[in-house]
Structures are given as structure tokens and as C-alpha cells.
């Protein structure tokens, strides 16, 4: 069932209570916060909510300052309530909030991961010298190696910097890049929301995921994705 929410300080402003008359003839429930619960628009309502707050804060104890604060959390907590009631949920949130800081955190991972040709991806027989190409190619500063879709493991430019360090005067570029990878790398579900991405990385300290659905390899989501779509 419709009601109407309907907001007066004094209760009795005239632009409030001319929309009394039409709402009561279409059969709209009248909720009002006021400070004036014995007010005209209270005495019109079918629930009042009393805010009754003393407005003595200001010089002249009539401009709404401590009411208005008062107004906005009674506001709130309505919200939250019926959010609660409803089951309102971080889904429902992403889809009638796309924009801003918080729309941008609840979008899937799907929808900012790297895909296709886009994905710097070698085999298990692949080369150092292959894995480099690959990552250098890609621009994400790490390479997958995958056999089939299936993830094998995962490079990074800093394993490189660290495998050179550990080998300055070997010949290693042709070497099995898989033998230095970390093979057992963390992951994200493509249906997880771009938030979970960002903790994760956090937490771990890692600038990359790959992107698994039902233990195949569909992707991988950069911390530049994440800047990009304003996560971060």
C-alpha cells in the first residue's frame, strides 16, 4: 500500500497541508515527522512522528537547526527499517545505485576483467622468454599459464625482477616459466562484486586476480581496472 512521507517543523505549513486533501482521496497513508504533533498535519496523519526537540540553540528559538538535525535521523532510521523489512539487499543496492563511490564497488567482476585476446595467457610448456613477451604484450605486468583454460599458475613482473636478481649471470630465458610461477595463485569468481576484489588485493598485497567460473580460467582483474572504475 501507497502512504505519503510528509516533513513540517510547525505542522501547519500551507504548501504541506494543500496536498493533504488529494492524498486523502486517493486513500494514502499520511506519515509525518513534525515537531508540532497536535499540529494541523498531525492531527491529519495516520502516524506522527514527534521529534518534539528544543530549538534553543539558536538566538531566536524558531529557526529550525536541532529539529532539522533530529528530521534527518528519524529519516534514516525509516530507511534502514524498511530496507530490513523488505530484505533489501547489496544486489538491489548495485542495481538502483550505479553511480558514485558505492555503485562503482558493488559492480561485478565480470564487468572490469580483462578477457579474450586482452588476456596475457602462455602455456605450461611456455618459456620465460615466452612469459615475458606475454606480459610485456598485455601491459598488466603479470602472465597466466593455463593448459585448456585450466590454471596452471601465475607470473609477475616482480617474480621476474626477483628471479633475475637470483640468477644475474645464468642464461634462464629459456627455461619453463611454470617451474617459477606461483601455481597455486589466489582467485576470484567472475560473480563476486568488484568490493571483494579490492579487499583481497589489499589484504594480500597482489595488484592481480585471475577470474575463475566453475574452476575455468574466463579472466583476470587488475588494481588499474579497479582505479579505472572508480573502486578505489
Same mark, same amino acid.
Given at each position: 500500500?501507497?502512504?505519503?512521507?510528509?516533513?513540517?517543523?510547525?505542522?501547519?505549513?500551507?504548501? $504541506?497541508?494543500?496536498?493533504?486533501?488529494?492524498?486523502?482521496?486517493? =486513500?494514502?497513508?499520511?506519515?509525518?515527522?513534525?515537531?508540532?504533533?497536535?499540529?494541523?498535519?498531525?492531527?491529519?496523519?495516520?502516524?506522527?512522528? *514527534?521529534?518534539?526537540?528544543?530549538?534553543?540553540?539558536?538566538?531566536? =528559538?524558531? #529557526?529550525?537547526?536541532?529539529?532539522?538535525?533530529?528530521?534527518?535521523?528519524?529519516?534514516?532510521?525509516?530507511?534502514?527499517?524498511?530496507?530490513?523489512?523488505?530484505?533489501?539487499?547489496?544486489?538491489?543496492?548495485?542495481?538502483?545505485?550505479?553511480?558514485?563511490?558505492?555503485?562503482?564497488?558493488?559492480?561485478?567482476? &565480470?564487468?572490469?576483467?580483462?578477457?579474450?585476446?586482452?588476456?596475457?595467457?602462455?602455456?605450461?610448456?611456455?618459456?620465460?622468454?615466452? /612469459?615475458?613477451?606475454?606480459? &610485456?604484450?598485455?601491459?598488466?605486468?603479470?602472465?597466466?599459464?593455463?593448459?585448456?583454460?585450466?590454471?596452471? =599458475?601465475?607470473?609477475?613482473? @616482480?617474480?621476474?625482477?626477483?628471479?633475475?636478481? *637470483?640468477?644475474?649471470?645464468?642464461?634462464?630465458?629459456?627455461?619453463?616459466? $611454470?617451474?617459477?610461477?606461483?601455481?597455486?595463485?589466489?582467485?576470484? @569468481?567472475?560473480?563476486?562484486?568488484?568490493?571483494?576484489?579490492?579487499?583481497?588485493?589489499?589484504?594480500?598485497?597482489?595488484? *592481480?586476480?585471475? #577470474?575463475?567460473?566453475?574452476?575455468?580460467?574466463? /579472466?583476470?582483474?587488475?588494481?588499474?581496472?579497479?582505479? *579505472?572504475?572508480?573502486?578505489?
Amino acid at each position: 500500500h501507497d502512504c505519503a512521507l510528509m516533513i513540517s517543523k510547525s505542522g501547519n505549513t500551507p504548501e $504541506v497541508l494543500g496536498l493533504v486533501p488529494p492524498l486523502k482521496r486517493l =486513500g494514502i497513508k499520511i506519515v509525518s515527522i513534525t515537531n508540532n504533533q497536535h499540529s494541523e498535519l498531525g492531527a491529519e496523519s495516520d502516524v506522527v512522528l *514527534a521529534t518534539e526537540v528544543d530549538e534553543s540553540r539558536e538566538p531566536f =528559538g524558531m #529557526v529550525p537547526t536541532t529539529s532539522a538535525v533530529a528530521t534527518l535521523a528519524v529519516g534514516d532510521a525509516l530507511a534502514v527499517a524498511l530496507m530490513m523489512k523488505r530484505g533489501f539487499t547489496r544486489d538491489d543496492f548495485a542495481v538502483f545505485h550505479p553511480g558514485g563511490n558505492i555503485g562503482h564497488q558493488l559492480r561485478r567482476v &565480470s564487468e572490469v576483467m580483462h578477457t579474450g585476446k586482452a588476456l596475457p595467457v602462455v602455456g605450461s610448456n611456455a618459456s620465460i622468454l615466452d /612469459g615475458i613477451v606475454a606480459m &610485456s604484450t598485455g601491459r598488466l605486468g603479470h602472465v597466466i599459464i593455463a593448459e585448456k583454460d585450466e590454471l596452471r =599458475g601465475i607470473f609477475s613482473d @616482480g617474480d621476474l625482477r626477483r628471479l633475475l636478481q *637470483a640468477h644475474p649471470h645464468e642464461d634462464i630465458v629459456n627455461l619453463k616459466l $611454470v617451474e617459477f610461477a606461483t601455481t597455486t595463485p589466489l582467485t576470484i @569468481g567472475q560473480k563476486a562484486i568488484v568490493e571483494e576484489a579490492v579487499r583481497l588485493m589489499e589484504e594480500k598485497k597482489i595488484t *592481480a586476480l585471475p #577470474v575463475i567460473d566453475d574452476g575455468i580460467l574466463v /579472466g583476470m582483474i587488475h588494481l588499474h581496472d579497479l582505479l *579505472a572504475s572508480k573502486a578505489v
